[in-house]
């Protein structure tokens, strides 16, 4: 069963650092659905409302399932996934969620059988992994089937890295609604954060740190990560500036390497079907020669 714990994240869509645009949709969408009950109602649907928040480690996707919760007042029920044993389990766990609660599954890519390769997996004759695919069934159950009608007013909200390995069965409307990318800093997002952390809305060196954030991949965390490291706003900015040249240096490196192995690779393959033409040619010169 669930074990209650006092939630005091401080996050918020104040200090979140996304593009103010993306912020505005989030907290439109949540007030549309609060004000919506008589809608669904009339049509028909639970009262619900299905998120995915997908894009790379470290873009900040646990800190805004912290800020929705903050926003809405909702409590926050974090569903283990491998820790259900069987489908009535799971049945039990999702309808004892009170209304008025987000139910929050992490990396959910990870944690269930629902992907591309679910034809195949079903081939599996084993017990336990017969009971595994089906718990993915029974949480499909809930978002959308007979369960869903079981409480009002819920939120869902899936999160994963690799949105690519995820079945449409679990992507399409009804089940995830709303789907959010979390991307790589941006300069807006690195604004946001030096007005956090350093308490500066502006300096000499946020051009230049513009620069190297729209030329390189980095994310939110990692640019937090460099800013905690002094409280003075000129050491922190210039220990990120050479954070960031560090890393341009070593993805151009990277990128470099890689165009050096795949041409290497381009000219043994080459050489592979000029030496297989040559051994063809001789074969063929050796068989006219014997007719």
């Given at each position: 069963m669930w074990?209650?714990?006092?939630?005091?994240?401080?996050?918020?869509?104040?200090?979140?650092?996304m593009e103010p645009e993306l912020k505005e949709f989030i907290m439109k969408d949540l007030d549309t659905f609060v004000e919506r009950k008589e809608f669904f109602e009339n049509v028909?649907?639970?009262?619900?409302?299905?998120?995915?928040?997908?894009?790379?480690?470290?873009?900040?996707?646990?800190?805004?399932?912290?800020?929705?919760a903050n926003y809405?007042?909702?409590?926050?029920?974090?569903?283990?996934?491998?820790?259900?044993?069987?489908?009535?389990?799971?049945?039990r766990v999702l309808t004892s969620t009170?209304?008025?609660?987000?139910?929050?599954?992490?990396?959910?890519?990870?944690?269930?059988?629902?992907t591309h390769d679910r034809t195949k997996a079903n081939e599996n004759s084993d017990e336990e992994d017969e009971d595994e695919l089906k718990r993915p069934m029974g949480l499909l159950n809930f978002i959308d089937g007979l369960w869903s009608s079981c409480g009002h007013e819920r939120i869902i909200i899936f999160t994963t890295n690799h949105k690519e390995k995820l079945d449409s069965a679990l992507l399409r409307p009804g089940r995830m609604d709303v789907h959010i990318y979390m991307g790589y800093c941006?300069?807006?997002?690195?604004?946001?954060?030096?007005?956090?952390?350093?308490?500066?809305?502006?300096?000499?060196?946020?051009?230049?740190?513009?620069?190297?954030i729209k030329s390189i991949e980095v994310t939110p965390a990692e640019v937090a990560q460099q800013?905690?490291?002094?409280?003075?706003?000129?050491?922190?900015?210039?220990?990120?500036i050479e954070?960031?040249?560090?890393k341009k240096k070593d993805t151009e490196e990277a990128a470099t390497e890689e165009k050096v192995k795949s041409i290497k690779e381009e000219e043994t393959e080459e050489k592979k079907v000029e030496r297989e033409n040559s051994e063809l040619a001789e074969s063929e010169t050796r068989c006219i020669y014997l007719t």
């Open positions: 074990e209650p714990t006092v939630f005091k994240h401080p996050a918020t869509f104040e200090t979140l650092a028909g649907r639970a009262w619900k409302r299905g998120y995915l928040l997908y894009g790379p480690p470290g873009t900040g996707k646990s800190s805004l399932v912290a800020a929705i809405m007042r909702y409590n926050v029920y974090d569903l283990q996934f491998q820790s259900v044993r069987s489908d009535s389990e799971l049945r009170t209304n008025r609660s987000i139910l929050l599954i992490e990396d959910i890519d990870c944690s269930t059988k629902v941006s300069p807006a997002g690195f604004r946001k954060l030096a007005s956090s952390y350093l308490g500066i809305k502006d300096d000499k060196l946020f051009g230049c740190i513009d620069d190297l800013l905690m490291i002094s409280d003075e706003p000129r050491v922190a900015l210039q220990g990120l954070f960031l040249n560090t």
